[in-house]
């Protein structure tokens, strides 16, 4: 049986993490280093953006400058996230073809989620995987993930909600919550939850790793050995941290907060009313964000939920699209209110 590396490099700032990450990429695609699961935490306490998006339209940084909140960017894609000194960072670094002999992008997020979500039911979550990258909680978000890859070499990353303060990240992100609490859109806990809102006392860091280990030693058969970083990638720390705390790494894609919009509208269906409010980049034709609101019954419970999901940083030409598809495959019962309703209210808001 193959043996990966078990890797737990403690708390550490979100520069020093992010180098990290570069470096076990760089490592792993030179073959220096065996296949390693890292586990991580932050302190302070951070943001970080996608490798594709720009500060100023995801973060608040005066907020985060009274809070104390690093600001940093990762090497992967994806959405801002808020990341609290308690909330457990995970991430597989590997060949390619440790995970499936035949590569293919999508099938290795649904596997790596699986054996995440798995770990988490050992601690007595009863959580699930929801495509393409998120894990749930009866519908209530509490790891996501994503990766980026290098040559032969993936790195796998996401984070677990540990003791959430939403308080933080609604102030640290860009999310014009205000606006869209004040009409109705209900709250964020709704969609998001944490191992402490969950249990009613969250296990040790260590049993939460533990789990988290187990899960992936069973998923891909092999055995893990704790161990430390190896010289060559303490150097690149060394060596390569200033670019990640330099203001050109961090602030490296530059784009006006005007570009963002929210959208609105709502419709009366035989069902009940539907509200939609919507957060789009204009000039790239982007739907940022869906939330749907309104007094119709919907099951399973999880399908509004599932939907707005579906539709995160979806181009707009392709809303109509994913709503039909969504129907087709999930086939959920919204009684009074079909995918065409859905579709004509998104229509009309993104009309306006």
Known sequence: METWRLLDTGSRSAAENMCLDEALLKTKEAGIIPNTLRFMKFRPHCVLVGFHQ???????DEFCRQEGIEINRRISGGGAIYLGEEELGWELVADKVSIMNRWEISHAYKLLCEAGCQGLQKIGLPCSYRPLNDIEVEGRKISGAGGVESGSAFLF?????????????????????????DKGIGSFRERVTSIAWELEKVPPGERIKSSMA???????????????????????????????????????????????????????????????????????????????????????????????????????????????????????????????????????????
């Open 157 to 181: 990353h996401g984070s677990i909600l540990v003791n959430f303060d939403l308080r933080l990240m609604l102030g640290a992100l860009h999310i014009p919550v205000e606006k869209l609490v």
């Open 54 to 60: 720009s500060v100023e339209q995801e973060v608040r």
């Open 214 to 352: 187990e899960s992936f030693a069973e998923m891909f058969h092999v055995n893990f050995s704790p161990g430390g970083l190896t010289d060559w990638e303490t150097e690149y720390m060394e060596e390569n941290l200033s670019k990640f705390l330099s203001p050109s790494w961090i602030y490296k894609i530059k784009r006006p907060l005007e570009e963002e919009q929210i959208l609105e509208a709502q419709k009366k269906a035989p069902g009940g009313l539907i509200r939609v409010s919507l957060l789009v980049n204009e000039p790239r034709n982007i739907l940022k964000m869906a939330l749907i609101t309104g007094d119709f019954f919907a099951y399973p419970k999880n399908t509004i939920l599932d939907l707005e999901a579906r539709l995160k940083n979806l181009r707009c030409d392709r809303i109509e699209e994913s709503i039909i598809n969504f129907f087709k495959e999930r086939q959920p019962i919204i009684p009074g209110v079909s995918s065409g309703d859905l579709v004509s209210v998104f229509q009309e808001a993104l009309g306006k």
